[in-house]
């Protein structure tokens, strides 16, 4: 479930645009949330607070979710072919907080499930004026370049390398992932 940008957020991004009518509204909504999945992407961390599912093997072992940074875990479940879930039992798995915002899961043995499903919270902040100013304001900067050359012919739109000006502000956010 992705995070809610349609308050501070959106406000802000009208604000730098010079915007004051509500008939873009749901194309600046759209262009924050590429902007954040976008930041994402380039700093391996989640900006704001959001539920997220991660699918993991069924065989015994340590699994490293890829979310970050993790808040909390909500749930551990057998996810089965027909889209029951059944949740595990304690004594089956452990959790462990590893690197800042990292987590592990641990099952102890193989399950007869198609897949165990973990549920968490993940993200930098639970809402937009606790972001971190840079990641908040390469955010704004991304959104503003993709929404002032969204006509232009050839342009690639969200799917583009972020600005120079943008990766600069997220890159002491970026996160090294050894595998």
């Known amino acids: 479930m992705p995070a809610d940008v349609s308050g501070s957020a959106l406000a802000e991004l009208k604000d730098w645009l010079g915007i004051s009518r509500p008939n873009e509204d749901d194309l600046l909504t759209g262009l924050l949330q590429a902007s954040l ?7 391996g961390q989640a900006p704001l607070l959001q539920q997220v599912e991660e699918r993991l093997p069924t065989q015994a072992g340590r699994y490293r979710l890829s979310s970050q940074p993790v808040e909390t875990i909500l749930s551990v479940e057998a996810f089965a072919q027909d889209g029951t879930r059944s949740p595990l039992l304690p004594e089956q798995f452990e959790t462990s907080f590893e690197a800042p915002g990292s987590v ?46 969204r006509d232009r012919d050839g342009y ?13 502000l997220w890159r002491a956010w970026r996160t090294v992932r050894l595998t």
């Open 37 to 43: 999945e976008m930041c994402e992407a380039f700093t």
């Open 156 to 168: 690639p739109g969200a799917g583009a390398v972020p600005p120079a000006s943008v990766t600069a």
């Open 104 to 149: 592990a899961v641990n099952l102890f043995a193989d399950t007869a499930a198609d897949a165990i499903v973990v549920t968490l919270r993940s993200g930098l902040a639970s809402e937009w004026s606790a972001l971190p100013p840079a990641i908040r304001q390469g955010a704004i900067r991304l959104c503003a370049h993709m929404f002032r050359d």
